[in-house]
């Protein structure tokens, strides 16, 4: 490498952006993912348990258009420390997750991603990253007016009040 290369790679370096780091984490939790993927039976069944959180990281607007009932919103830009923090203190709580490529038939609300961008695998890795291992992701893909989960938000209301 040159005087010059180096040079330049030490001027874009920044210690706050780790590539490395974030590929050896994504393929530890790949790994982990693995068994901690559910149903919709054991979905149901968990979520109705004390304790656990059902965490949509889509964007505010598509949460409020539609999603499970019950569910918390922290849009996935919004993951950092601090927010985990506040809304999961204790690593340990049950979380359940689901995105946009496990529903289908309604593209407002859940509009479908490439398979390889799932936002279930962003939102797997990141609360990996963050320490959080009691995290188990909705497995199948739902006709969203077919699905035995429970929906709500204002797509459903303008559909009652027609």
Known sequence: M????????????NPAIDMDGF???A?????YRESHRVTEDEFLRMSAEPGTIVLDARSHEKF?????????????????IATLDELLPDKETRILIYCNNNFRNEE?????KAPYASLNLSTYI????????????????FDVRETKLPMEGSLLL?????
């Open 2 to 13: 040159s005087a010059a290369a180096f040079v330049l790679l030490l001027a874009i370096n």
């Open 23 to 25: 590929l050896r984490v």
């Open 27 to 31: 393929a530890d939790a790949a790994a």
């Open 64 to 80: 409020e258009l539609m999603h499970i009932k019950g569910a918390v919103n922290l849009s996935f830009s919004d993951i950092s």
């Open 108 to 112: 407002r609300a859940f509009p479908g």
């Open 126 to 141: 990141a609360l990996y990253s963050y320490g959080y291992r009691n995290v188990y992701e909705l497995g199948p893909l």
């Open 158 to 162: 303008r559909r009652d009040q027609q």
